[in-house]
């Protein structure tokens, strides 16, 4: 999804209509938890479809995730060496029990409407650099990444303190075929958060859905 940011197409990661199949490596008890422990509604802001289940693989974090991480060929990286991060890894998480739900405005359709979502993923026995990554290289605060004429600009953004541990960045795309998002993950006991916002948002209001995201998170799974 990011990667064709780059590219400058459209970015928003889709929530498919259908709901994934419940695997017999995807107990069906841990995603009903899942949905369950999932908010209702934020702000202003209504759930577009009722929750989805499925492998962490088949849901939107994990696009998200893979996008940024992998570089289109040819492109540039400033500064160099530099190791993105937007949400836990899709390799060691691909297959873990997870629920997602959408989030927009009553109403609004609008291309630049703000839209939001938070999913909930099985920690699996995985550990938390899994989920936060190894943490942020000196020098790597900002980095840019240009293909084609389009440039990716990478921003970590510290979010509020969670549970065992929280990360969150800010992924600004210079095409204008593609929205500015902001993502937060976090670290429960068994579980992990993830919440992203895509829209005319500011770090106030990411933080708050981080915050009551991972409050509710903690009320009904520990």
Same mark, same amino acid.
């Given at each position: 999804m990011i990667v064709a940011t780059v590219g400058g197409c459209a970015g928003s990661p889709a929530v498919k209509e259908d709901r994934p199949s419940r695997q017999t490596a995807q107990p069906a008890v841990a995603q009903d938890r899942f949905e369950d422990a999932l =908010?209702? /509604?934020?702000?202003q802001l209504i759930p577009i479809t009722a929750p989805k289940s499925g492998p962490y693989s088949s849901l939107p974090a994990a696009t998200l995730a893979a996008g940024v991480q992998q570089t289109p060929p040819g492109a540039t990286v400033k500064p160099m060496n530099c190791a993105l991060w937007a949400g836990p890894d899709g390799k060691q998480f691909g297959t873990a029990a997870a629920s997602?739900?959408?989030?927009r405005k009553s109403g609004d359709t609008s291309p630049g409407g703000v839209q939001a979502?938070?999913? =909930?993923? /099985?920690?699996?026995?995985q550990s938390r650099q899994a989920?936060?990554?190894?943490g942020l290289r000196p020098g790597c605060r900002t980095v840019w990444v240009s293909h084609q004429g389009n440039t990716l600009t990478f921003e970590e953004k510290?979010?509020?303190l969670l549970g065992n541990g929280s990360r969150g960045a800010v992924l600004t795309p210079?095409?204008?075929n593609s929205r500015r998002t902001w993502v937060v993950t976090f670290v429960g006991n068994g579980y992990v958060g993830v919440v992203f916002m895509q829209g005319e948002v500011t770090n106030a209001q990411m933080d708050a859905f981080a915050t009551a995201a991972y409050n509710k998170a903690r009320q009904k799974l520990g």
């Open positions: =908010l209702q /509604s934020f702000q997602v739900v959408a989030f979502w938070e999913e =909930l993923v /099985s920690s699996a026995g989920a936060l990554g190894a510290p979010p509020p210079s095409s204008p």
